[in-house]
């Protein structure tokens, strides 16, 4: 099987193909949410997807399941096959949600359910739609609440091309194909970065942890700067990490909130490459104190006073050690063993930060250490452009089989 590009019009489809619109696609559902105050109704064997659980395409289970009872009263089921979308919610600001139900499912009122006709692959149908997402999340309404919400006619008012269904199918089985090679790289990528974890692990467990504390090694030790009323974001705002930035031995830059800052600000609060972030505090134990290294791209930026800023003499202490070293398991247990908690959140202060034990290891050792991460690190990131490349490559592909601008060659 192959494909081969045909000239086709910008906005048409060709000539065997349908033009269907997704109200004539199929039986539309709406879903609901069984009373929780009746415990019949809850804890059942039947996977009950909201607008908080539709994450995966392929829809096979939820955290919340109710019985059939529930089932029957206040929501509603939908068998194998059913294509499963979010019409509500704060997610609708961003991506469009949709999935294909892999067994018997009960759904909330958060999503919509489309059960295609006979002449139309479920799969196909929710790739199709899923190739409209800009489209989709410009019809995206906020309601009083701050919530987005899909205007359902303005939705099935949309049209889809559909060609015969081998033809449709042949799509769904290209899709598949580019789906099991990145599912391969996945695999590759999460292996690589278990054996990588263990391997510093391993290196780091074997420093002394009795050596001295981390006040003895640092330069400085900061908090970050106070949000207010009084910083309301303006048009010359400045960016600033907050602890959702600042991943366990990563900064993710894809969030990044702006505030106003003064003159004195930055001077004080500005993040240099080689600082090491540290949260202070989290609902769940195992992440506070989880720490990350400043890196080129957010130099400059601010950062929130949530979080701890850590500086080093470089001559004593590589930061990416220091990093490594605060995300390690003695540092951990020593956190845990610590922490502070009040009202479900768990913080750390200065002083406890300050007596973290931290090993005495020479510099050079230091170094080597580092360079085995780095090296690992570089091994996954390749993986993941990998990765990257070939979501590229099937967006464009299934896009233009979508159009039939390309057409499958089953010769």
């Given amino acids: 099987m192959g494909v081969e590009t045909v000239q086709t019009g910008s906005f048409s489809w060709p000539e065997q193909w349908q033009r269907v619109s997704l109200a004539d696609a199929g039986r539309w559902m ?28 392929r829809i ?28 509500r919610g704060m997610s609708l600001k961003s991506e469009f949600r949709i999935g294909v139900t892999q067994r018997e499912v009960a759904f909330g009122q958060d999503c919509k359910a489309l059960v295609p006709d006979e002449s139309i692959d479920p799969f196909y149908l929710a790739y199709a739609m899923r190739v409209l997402t800009p489209t989709i999340l410009s019809m995206v309404e906020e309601t009083s609440h701050g919530t987005g919400r899909l205007d359902t006619n303005r939705l099935n008012a949309l049209e889809i091309g559909v060609p015969p269904l081998a033809e449709q199918r042949d799509i769904v089985a290209a899709h ?41 090694m640092m330069v400085s030790c ?3 700067i ?32 702006a505030l106003e800052s003064t003159s004195n600000d930055r001077p004080r609060y ?12 989290h609902a769940n134990p195992e992440q506070i104190g989880r720490a990350a290294l400043v890196g080129p791209a957010e ?22 050690f220091a990093m490594l070293w605060l995300n390690s398991e003695a540092v951990r247990s020593y956190w845990i063993s610590r922490c502070a908690t009040s009202s479900g959140l768990y913080t750390i202060n200065s002083k406890l930060l300050a007596d973290a034990p931290f090993p005495v290891v020479p510099i ?34 299934i896009e233009d089989l979508l159009s039939g601008r390309t057409r499958v060659n089953r010769t």
Wanted: no cysteine.
């Fill in 30 to 57: 709406s879903g609901g949410t069984p009373s929780t105050s009746n415990g019949a109704y809850w804890d059942g064997d039947i996977p009950w997807i909201s607008g908080a659980s539709l994450k995966q395409f």
């Fill in 60 to 87: 096979t289970d939820s955290e919340r399941r109710v019985t059939r009872l529930g089932a029957e009263n206040g929501s509603r089921l939908v068998d194998k096959g059913a294509v499963l979308f979010i019409v």
């Fill in 176 to 216: 598949e194909v580019f789906e099991r090679r990145i599912g391969d790289l996945e695999r590759v990528a999460q292996k690589r970065s278990t054996l990588l974890s263990a391997a510093v692990s391993a290196l780091l467990r074997s420093q002394d942890s009795s050596g001295t504390t981390l006040e003895t």
């Fill in 222 to 224: 900061d908090p970050g």
């Fill in 226 to 257: 106070t949000l207010g009323a009084h910083r309301a974001p303006q048009k010359r705002a400045t960016g600033y990490l907050r602890v959702a930035n600042v991943r366990m031995g990563w900064i993710d830059t894809s969030d990044v909130a």
């Fill in 270 to 281: 500005e993040l240099v490459a080689g600082d090491v972030l540290v949260v202070e505090g």
């Fill in 299 to 320: 130099e400059g930026l601010l950062y929130q006073n949530h979080l701890f800023r850590l500086r080093f003499d470089r001559d004593e202490v590589v930061p990416e």
């Fill in 364 to 397: 050079e050792e230091q170094r080597k250490i580092v360079e085995t991460w780095r090296t690992g690190i570089r091994a996954v990131d390749s993986l993941h452009g990998q990765i990257a490349k070939l979501r590229t490559i099937q967006q464009g592909v």
